[in-house]
């Protein structure tokens, strides 16, 4: 391997086995295999490279390219794997922001996954934006949208409406994603590749339409990719998720990572306090006071609760 960073790349597309890398160098796109050996490092996650990863990388001499090392990470975005309960997924490292993009109808984003996706960006330093698509259909109900605004600026989270069907503060987002590396993450139907196509248009990113049926969106994006943004950047667009489970964020930590907890938690008069059923809690007095969502603790609740099978 080279030295001076001349086989250095930076991933562009995870496709199971298989790489998409563009040389920091030159900037040209290759495919690539990971070496064997980086999968036996004991490593916890299902996959060891991840879209957002600088890697070094060896040539053969018939051109193949191969992964040989990874370097360290500024960050990273991880979930518990849908398949693997003790193992967990890197969706993408070496973020500048995360935006959860979520739908108040056709589809409605469920509270929960929200907080469990903002608790997720708090473990591991990514700041989070949420964006509010679908604005031509959310906007004809002003209050539906003023009481979603509430909960999530009161946690401490910017908020912005958009609509990709009508364009509405695409400038807005564009000033948002300008020089940056941006994860984008939603569930599936909420609009996310529609919005993303807005930014690289000469790129294929897939859209689908809404199952009448379920009312839910179909499944469109397989593999996480990165685009690059023509005013500077990285969208990195991300599979569709369904669920997202917490990994290694214990009972007592967990309420460090909703905000509006954690700014009240000092009142408790127990210094171990659970923030569920002890007298003198802060927390729960500032539920009853409505200086924290109703819906955001309703949230902490059921993640200790669910989560709690995976500890054991």
Known sequence: MSD??????LVMRSAGSSYTLRDCNT?????????GKLRLKGVRSTNPVAVGDIVEYDTDEYGEHTITDIRPRRNYIIRRSPNLSKESHIIAAN??????VATLFSPETNPEFIDRFL????AYGVPATIVLNKYDLAGKFP??????REIYIKAGYPVMEASAQTGYNMDRLATL?????????????????SLIQRFVPGEDVRTAEISSYHNKGKHTTTFARMYPVAEGGYIIDTPGIKGFGLLDIGPGELYRFFPELMRHAPGCRYYNCTHVHEPGCAVTEAVEAGDISESRYISYLKILEDDEKYRK
């Open 4 to 9: 001076g960073g001349e086989n250095r790349a």
């Open 27 to 35: 900037g040209v796109l290759s495919e690539a295999r990971l070496r």
């Open 95 to 100: 973020v500048d922001r995360a935006v959860l």
């Open 119 to 122: 608790v997720t960006c708090e």
């Open 143 to 148: 209050d539906a949208v003023e009481a979603f």
């Open 177 to 193: 994603l300008e020089g940056c590396t941006t994860l984008f993450a939603g569930n599936s139907g909420v609009g996310k590749s």
